[in-house]
């Protein structure tokens, strides 16, 4: 067999594990592996490279992907899709393994649709995606996020202030939860439900008066009290799924910091972590998962199965269907969220 493979969407540590397991087992199988650059944009206009086992040697460690990243929309572009089996046929490709989030797998699951075979890796340091347990770079993602509250935690501390810590997660707040809880956020919040700042100020002043005089606030960045929209402000520009660029003007951490000083009165900072989440070596469980993931992607190509991707369900990698990754996202559950409140304060 002749595999093409990209990645597309935003970068997570553990993309170059699952190059490399898709490359290893493939010569192990005897098949040949093109990988396409910069997500769809590759497939479009035909950019490739030739992968063997050499060319990907010790790449579990690195973070980033070799094959570059991009958020190119086929649906947007004339002819997107036609490009794309044009590409496929010109190179003799039998199977496209796409790993990405729910946008690059949604185009990836109407090729499909199309007739095309396709096998998808889900990939997000958000971890907010259906189908998959755990997708890998959210554990090296959430290990950030602890080690920089423990790292604000003592100079806010030391300096008797409150710091908000502004967390990736646009729609799902697992990486601010399980950070915050890691870290010992002592309030986190989550864009699965809007939260009331007077409430939050409340907690804070209860916690000052009760002599734990600094504070750690963990919020992702989708977060939202209702009353303070209208200060949160982003580029009016969006990337070419649709989705408003993040961390482009003032996010709600800044505009949460200034809330929570002028109503509570208590010297307040705060951080936004930023793309240093997405960066740097994995963990060894990203390591591990991406290897995983990229080995059952032979796999399921070799099967003939087509609209599957390679998931984690337990501690089993599985073959799950490609329209559950990009049905619906998974969000943080009700009973998680009450677990971490009973820390708060
Ligand atoms: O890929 C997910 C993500 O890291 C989100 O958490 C974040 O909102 C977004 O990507 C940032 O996108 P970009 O890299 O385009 O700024």
Same mark, same amino acid.
């Given at each position: ?198 409430? /939050?100020?409340?907690? @804070? $002043?209860?916690?000052? !008066? +009760? ?7 963990? =919020?992702?960045? &989708? ?28 996010? /709600?951490?800044?505009? @949460? $910091?200034?809330?929570? !000083? +002028? ?7 705060? =951080?936004?972590? &930023? ?71």
């Amino acid at each position: 067999m002749h595999l093409g493979i990209l990645t597309g969407g935003g970068d997570a540590p553990g993309l170059n594990a699952v190059i490399r397991g898709i490359v290893v087992r493939a010569e192990a199988g005897g098949h040949q592996v093109t990988g396409f650059l910069r997500g769809w944009k590759g497939a479009i206009e035909n950019t490739k490279v030739s992968l063997d086992r050499e060319s990907v040697r010790d790449l579990h460690t690195q973070g980033g992907t070799i094959l570059f990243s991009s958020r190119t929309n086929p649906r947007n572009l004339e002819n997107g899709f036609e490009k794309i089996k044009e590409t496929l046929d010109e190179n003799d490709i039998d199977v496209l393994i796409a790993i990405g989030g729910e946008d690059t797998l949604g185009v990836a699951d109407s090729l499909a649709e199309m007739g095309v075979a396709v096998v998808g890796v889900p990939k997000t340091i958000d971890n907010d995606l259906s189908a998959t347990d755990y997708t890998f770079g959210f554990d090296t993602a959430i290990n950030y996020v602890m080690n920089s509250l423990d790292k604000l935690k003592t100079t806010a501390r030391s300096h008797e202030r409150v710091m908000v810590v502004e967390i990736m997660g646009r729609h799902a707040g697992w990486m601010a939860l399980y950070g915050g809880m890691a870290g010992g956020a002592h309030v986190i919040l989550t864009p699965e439900n809007e939260f009331d700042t007077d409430k /939050i100020c409340a907690i @804070l $002043k209860k916690r000052y !008066e +009760d002599g734990r005089r600094y504070a750690l606030v963990a =919020v992702a960045e &989708g977060a939202i009290d209702p009353g303070l929209a209208r200060h949160v402000y982003h580029s009016a520009e969006k990337d070419s799924f649709g989705h408003v660029q993040l961390g482009t003007g003032i996010g /709600i951490g800044e505009v @949460l $910091k200034n809330e929570i !000083e +002028d109503r509570t009165g208590l010297e307040t900072r705060h =951080v936004v972590l &930023g793309h240093v989440q997405r960066g740097g070596s994995p963990s060894a469980f990203d390591r591990i998962l991406g290897t995983r993931l990229g080995v059952k992607a032979v796999e399921i190509a070799e099967s003939g199965e087509n609209r599957k991707m390679a998931a984690l369900r337990g501690t089993d990698v599985v073959a799950a269907d490609l329209s559950e990754a990009v049905g619906t996202l998974k969000t943080v559950p009700d009973e998680h969220i009450k677990t971490a409140e009973l820390f708060f304060g």
